[in-house]
């Protein structure tokens, strides 16, 4: 679960990756989350009924949605100033954050072996960035902020998937960036028939693809999370540097330069 919740984020940065050249980061990150809401809204209702839309823990929900939404619009931006690969393996810092504080504060066990795991993919990610290289500059400081929110954010759902319905947890989700975000798409009201009437099928199609390998993922991240720590799971979300750095070459035709791929 974990590591195809890792290809389809990889897939889905790389989707947002391409149609930030067309869209505004409003318009792609509100159509993710409504296509989300409505997605989990039918599911929930047909599968739990009323009781599905319950949750003991509103907080937790707000404050998950509201790192999601501010991970989804870092992503947007710092994509646009990196490549794919490089950005992917500064945000997968966060395994080591995660892990550290899952041993210290939430008392989970972490053995020797799964810390070199950890501490071998932190050395990899910094002979990805590769300070001094002319990478780490205020593009990697956007990613760097990334990487601090999907810590938050992995710690916060492993913590909810051991309260809440997993499905009720994603439809909480898209309610709350769908509304935090509609205030900022009217107020891009009038540019936006211009922008859809650019589209192509394609494009549009891309679009609502998003919305469903965005929710498809989170989905899959929050049961592996529901089944197994979070110290345990992290080592395994590395694979997304290696989704992205294939997803940058197939659909960008940028390579990872040598010390990238050693990393």
Known sequence: MIVLSALLFATMDAGTKYLSAFMSVVMV???RYTLQAGVM???VWRKYGVRGFRTGHPGFQLLRGVLLLSISALAFFGLKLLPLAEFTAIVMLSPVLVTAISAWFLNEPVGKVRWLLVCGGFIGT?????PGSGLFGASALVALVTMVAASAYSLLTSRLAALENPHTTQFYTGVIGTVLL????ILQGDALPAMFANLSASQIGLLCALGLIGTTGHLLLIMAFSRMGAASLMPFTYTQIGFAAVMSWMVFRHAPDFWAWVG
């Open 29 to 31: 990150l509100w159509s």
């Open 41 to 43: 809204t039918l599911w």
């Open 126 to 130: 910094l002979v990805v960035i590769r």
């Open 182 to 185: 509609a205030p900022l798409l």
